[in-house]
T-cell receptor, first 114, second 114 residues
C-alpha cells in the first residue's frame, strides 16, 4: 500500500532535549511538508522541501530543523530552542509542490513536553 | 497574501439533516481550494478540491462544494448527515506564486446528533 508513515505516534520530551520525528513516504512524491497543529487552530507550516537536499522555512521554523537526504524521507528535529513544542505534528507530501497538487497526510505524531 | 476564514467553529446537526460548513477566502490570484476532514488523533483526508474547472465540485462520502468567485466563498454541503461525518473539517487555499504550500482555516467541528 502506498502512503505516508510517521513515527512514533506519541513522543514525550524532557526540557532541554532534542527529539526527531520520522516521516517516510512511498508515493514517489517530490514535495514534502511538516505542519504543526494546536487545539482550535488550523495547521501551520514549519518546513517544506520540493527536492532532495533542498528545503525552505515555513511560517514557524524557529526551533525546528529538517533534512532531506532521500526522496522518501523528511525527518523533523524539535530542538531545545523550541519553547512550546507540545503539539500534534503532521507530515504531508505531494507530487510536484504546485498550488493545484493534493497534499497527502500521514497519521501524525503527538509530542508532549514533560 | 492569501487567507481563509471558516465562519463557524462548531456546527451541530441531527442525523439525516443537511450539513453546511461555511468558508470564505481571500487571494490576490486565482486560488485552488480544498476541503479536508480530520477524525480525532488522525491525519487529514482530502474530501474535494477546486482547481478552476467546474465550480460545483463533488467529493467523497456525498460531500460537495461550490466555488463562488463573486462571494469569495467555498461552502461545503451534504444533503444528509451520517453519524460517521462527525469530525473536524478544514477549508484550505493555495495559490501559485511564492511558497507552494497550503493556508488552512481554523477548522469547523461537526457534531452529528442521533
Amino acid at each position: 500500500d502506498g502512503g505516508i508513515t510517521q513515527s512514533p505516534k506519541y513522543l514525550f520530551r524532557k526540557e532541554g532535549q532534542n527529539v526527531t520525528l520520522s516521516c517516510e513516504q512511498n508515493l514517489n512524491h517530490d514535495a514534502m511538508y511538516w505542519y504543526r497543529q494546536d487545539p482550535g487552530q488550523g495547521l501551520r507550516l514549519i518546513y517544506y522541501s520540493q527536492i532532495v537536499n533542498d528545503f525552505q522555512k515555513g511560517d514557524i521554523a524557529e526551533g525546528y530543523s529538517v533534512s532531506r537526504e532521500k526522496k522518501e524521507s523528511f525527518p523533523l528535529t524539535v530542538t531545545s530552542a523550541q519553547k512550546n513544542p507540545t503539539a500534534f505534528y503532521l507530515c504531508a507530501s505531494s507530487t510536484l509542490g504546485t498550488s493545484t497538487d493534493t497534499q497527502y497526510f500521514g497519521p501524525g505524531t503527538r509530542l508532549t513536553v514533560l | 497574501a492569501q487567507s481563509v476564514t471558516q465562519l463557524d467553529s462548531h456546527v451541530s446537526v441531527s442525523e439525516g439533516t443537511p450539513v453546511l460548513l461555511r468558508c470564505n477566502y481571500s487571494s490576490s490570484y486565482s486560488p485552488s481550494l480544498f476541503w479536508y476532514v480530520q477524525h480525532p488523533n488522525k491525519g487529514l483526508q482530502l474530501l474535494l478540491k477546486y482547481t478552476s474547472a467546474a465550480t460545483l465540485v463533488k467529493g467523497i462520502n456525498g460531500f460537495e462544494a461550490e466555488f463562488k468567485k463573486s462571494e469569495t466563498s467555498f461552502h461545503l454541503t451534504k444533503p444528509s448527515a451520517h453519524m460517521s461525518d462527525a469530525a473536524e473539517y478544514f477549508c484550505v487555499v493555495s495559490v501559485g506564486t511564492g511558497r507552494r504550500a497550503l493556508t488552512f482555516g481554523s477548522g469547523t467541528r461537526l457534531q452529528v446528533q442521533p
